[in-house]
């Protein structure tokens, strides 16, 4: 709507992350070239590429004084199926589950089956095992197979 590419929400785990993008970021400039009026496939196929290697993105972000630069190392991205109830305040790659601490209920959410699947939901309940939860709810909305 504004002609400037947004960061919706950086995925979990991705370089986007490690690189400390945030949501509602705005990105000016992908590698010196203006975004003004780019396309997100555009953007995307610009932001991709070989592991490893380097791309430079100026972002605009609200609360904070002028343009700045961010670089990201691209690398392949792990899509994980397994998601709590938000992230850890303690360590943003990792998960909390416990989505009433008080009555130590918990909060899977399984986004998708695939061959990790079982093997995330069976550490979440490990987690949630040693944090002390007491129930579990397992939300799969949303999940194509569920």
């Known amino acids: 709507k504004t002609g400037t590419l947004k960061v919706d929400a950086p995925m979990p785990d991705s370089p986007a992350i490690d ?3 945030q949501a509602d970021d705005l990105i000016l400039k992908i590698d010196g070239k203006s975004t003004e009026n780019m396309g997100t496939d555009d ?49 943003p790659k990792k998960w909390d589950f416990l989505a009433d601490p008080a009555n130590k209920i918990a909060l899977i959410r399984l986004n998708e089956f695939s061959e990790n699947s079982a093997k995330e939901v069976q550490a979440a309940l490990k987690e949630i095992e040693a944090a002390g939860g007491r129930a579990v709810i397992l939300d799969m909305r949303g999940n194509p197979g569920g």
């Open 43 to 91: 953007a995307r196929s610009i932001i991709k590429g070989e592991p490893g290697t380097k791309v430079l993105l100026n972002v605009r972000r609200r609360g904070r004084e002028g343009d700045f630069d961010v670089e990201v190392t691209r690398a392949v991205i792990q899509m994980h199926p397994v998601r709590g109830f938000a992230r850890s305040p303690a360590d």
């Open 19 to 21: 690189a400390g993008l």
